[in-house]
């Protein structure tokens, strides 16, 4: 702790298993929300930032269940959207096709919004934070949110938030200490509090390991 600032460690979940419609979750999408719950009852979470789709609201709501008086409130900067489409010149040659076709495969509105939802997202969320006390805080958001906080936090190549996924419930933590020190990913894609049967969803299955 410094003198005038202290540390944020951000904790970031994807939503749990949503139904095909997305209009919620599924059965497991819920037990995993409470599982998650329970997992971080102990963390003196300061607040709760929710993306206003259902499958997020749902989630973060079934989270809030487990810690009590944790406060939760819906913010677009944890919604759903692309956070940044690259230039064909930005990336590696030999994947650029197959990255800028996964890109465009998302709606037009999602990837316009997207650059200053991430901008908001990476002020509100992200730095160490000003007084003596360190803050905890959970944003349940999105796939695409994470991998950009992610590569942010690494200062990788801006187009490096693609190929950083998340499964359902999973738990990803950085740390921002006071000036002096980089950030630290402290978990990422963490599913220790999900029974195996409850792992895994959200992920290709080409990309499933054990475990
Ligand atoms: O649409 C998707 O593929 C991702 C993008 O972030 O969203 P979700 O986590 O809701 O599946």
């Known amino acids: 702790m410094s003198a005038t600032h202290a540390t944020r460690y951000l904790y970031l979940a994807r939503h749990g298993e949503a139904t095909p419609d997305e209009r919620g979750l599924t059965p497991t999408g819920r037990r995993q929300a409470v599982l998650l719950g329970e997992r971080l009852r102990d963390v003196p979470l300061s607040a709760i930032h929710h993306g206003p789709l259902p499958r997020a609201a749902e989630t973060a709501q079934l989270i ?5 008086g944790v406060p939760a409130h819906a913010c677009e ?25 996964f890109v465009r495969g998302f709606p037009s509105g999602e990837r316009a919004r997207g650059p200053l939802l991430a901008r908001t997202a990476e002020e509100r969320f992200t730095g160490c934070v000003k007084g003596s006390e360190d803050r905890h805080e959970l944003v349940v958001t999105h796939n695409f949110l ?12 801006k187009w490096r938030w693609l190929g950083l996924n998340q499964c359902n419930a999973a738990l990803t933590v950085i740390r921002y200490p006071p000036p002096g020190r980089p950030p630290s990913v402290l978990f990422s894609n963490d599913m220790a509090h999900l029974p195996a049967p409850l792992r895994w969803t959200g992920w290709a299955p080409e990309l499933r390991v054990a475990g």
């Not at 809030?64 to 009590?68: I, T, V, W």
């Not at 900067?77 to 064909?88: E, I, K, L, Q, S």
């Open 64 to 68: 809030g269940a487990r810690l009590d």
């Open 146 to 157: 994470i991998g950009w906080l992610v590569r942010a936090a690494l200062d990788a190549p």
């Open 77 to 101: 900067p944890a919604g759903d959207y692309v956070p940044y489409t690259p230039r064909r010149d930005e990336l590696p040659t030999d994947c650029a096709d197959f990255l800028l076709d």
